[in-house]
């Protein structure tokens, strides 16, 4: 069993490593990352290996392909894993980048910097590829993570992170530190390490989440499950539609912005539904759809209440037909959780009402909802995708792993009365 001087012993040496970090020059950073990256191709073998372990026991526990789909890793994904590594290291080192600066009436000069956040949590589920993308972003960004992974893919962690420390020289190597045990009394640990750790920010399910949020003492960035709706207006192209819609669906469903919803202008039922409910049927989902939904499709499941404000995970999608796009809005606002949603619609108007209508992290418009994601957005990777208001929100970049300090320049300044 973790006792809790263990978890704090590697809070302790991220402290210090982070001190160490913080200073250094991107130059030496993006080498480390560079280092990093050529030890992951070199080791594939030895990382593949050990998650073959991890996946054999998820199957064995009965877990869903659609779960063991992302606890896997592969030669190809490793690679994978390895690019988003370098391309990292290829963008603008945020530490010590200017937010704002003038000077003030009394001659002092004013500046506010970006700076590190520190000693970064991390606590998720099965999704090995989240250690690397975690450490790389840390580091970058000049902060120290604990890197708190679940236990069906423990294996694969403790190869990645070692892997990873191994290949760091001219940086600390407890910059990138797994935090020890399987158990959950190396949570509790972690979530009370307040002092020593800056920020935990979770990943993973709505369960995971909420107990971190209620039970941390130590500060959150909330990273929220995703019910993403696509919503198809009276405007809408059709075609455009059902592409988009079997896109966000079945791209790759075991992810947080797969949708999850579908909401129909009542106006383009009739012609929508019948080729929509075709096409997702054709790719194996199966429809959860309210009276309008059912009466276009007898293979159509009847939805229940929980059905609005499921996030699946998988080949399900809950289907209605709305009255208007302040139904659409209304229904987003009730059951969706501040993720994704996009609009298909022909109508520049309608785009805008939209967009200023619905009060999530990221908005589409045309576009699938599998695009809310740090790489596609240009990041490199994510640390995450916050759904909450406060400091970072959406896919959490390198810019969201800093805070930032005034430095105020004077020239003997000294306030009066």
């Not at 919503?231 to 949708?259: E, F, H, W």
């Amino acid at each position: 069993m973790t006792t809790q001087e263990q978890v704090l012993d590697v809070a302790r040496r991220a402290r210090q490593a982070a001190a160490e970090l913080a200073p250094l020059p991107r130059a030496t950073k993006d080498a480390a990352l560079h280092a990093i990256a050529d030890a992951l191709l070199a080791r594939s073998a030895e990382i593949v290996e050990a998650n073959a372990g991890d996946v054999a026991r998820a199957r064995e526990a009965g877990t869903s392909e659609y779960m063991i789909d992302r606890l896997s890793l592969s030669t190809e994904r490793v690679e994978k894993i390895a690019a988003a590594v370098r391309h990292v290291a290829s963008l603008p080192d945020p530490v010590g980048e200017s937010v704002r600066g003038y000077t003030l009436p009394n001659g002092l000069e004013l500046r506010q910097i970006r700076v590190p956040l520190g000693v970064v949590g991390i606590i998720y589920e099965g999704r090995p590829n989240v250690t690397v993308d975690a450490a790389a972003l840390t580091l970058k960004s000049g902060n120290a993570v604990l890197l708190r992974g679940s236990s069906s893919a423990y294996d694969s962690n403790v190869a990645l992170v070692e892997v990873m420390r191994s290949a760091l020289t001219d940086v600390p190597a407890d910059a990138v530190q797994l935090v020890p045990g399987r158990d959950r009394d190396s949570v509790k640990y972690l979530m009370r390490a307040r002092g020593l750790v800056d920020v935990l920010i979770p990943r993973g399910g709505a369960s995971l989440i909420n107990s971190v949020v209620e039970e941390s003492t130590v500060p959150v960035i909330e990273t929220g499950v995703g019910n993403c709706h696509v919503y198809v207006d009276a405007d809408a192209d059709l075609g455009m539609a059902v592409d988009i819609l079997v896109n966000a669906k079945t791209q790759r469903p075991s992810v947080c912005n797969a949708a999850e919803t579908v909401l129909v202008h009542r106006d383009i039922a009739a012609d929508f539904l019948p080729r929509a409910l075709e096409a997702l049927r054709g790719k194996g989902v199966t429809v959860h759809g309210d009276e309008a939904v059912r009466a276009y499709g007898d293979d159509v499941v009847a939805a229940t209440e929980e059905d609005w404000s499921n996030e699946y995970l998988s080949l399900d999608l809950a289907a209605a037909v709305v009255g208007s796009l302040e139904d659409a809005v209304a229904h987003i606002r009730r059951y969706g959780s501040a993720h994704t949603e996009a609009i298909v619609t022909t109508s520049q108007s309608a785009a805008r009402r939209f967009v200023a209508l619905v009060d999530s992290a990221a908005v589409m418009v045309n576009a699938s909802t599998r695009f809310t994601d740090g790489e596609e957005f240009g990041f490199g990777a994510e640390i995450g995708i916050s759904t909450q208001k406060l400091h970072a929100r959406g896919p959490m970049g390198l810019p969201e792993l800093t805070s930032t300090k005034y430095v105020v320049t004077g020239e003997g300044h000294l306030k009066g009365a």
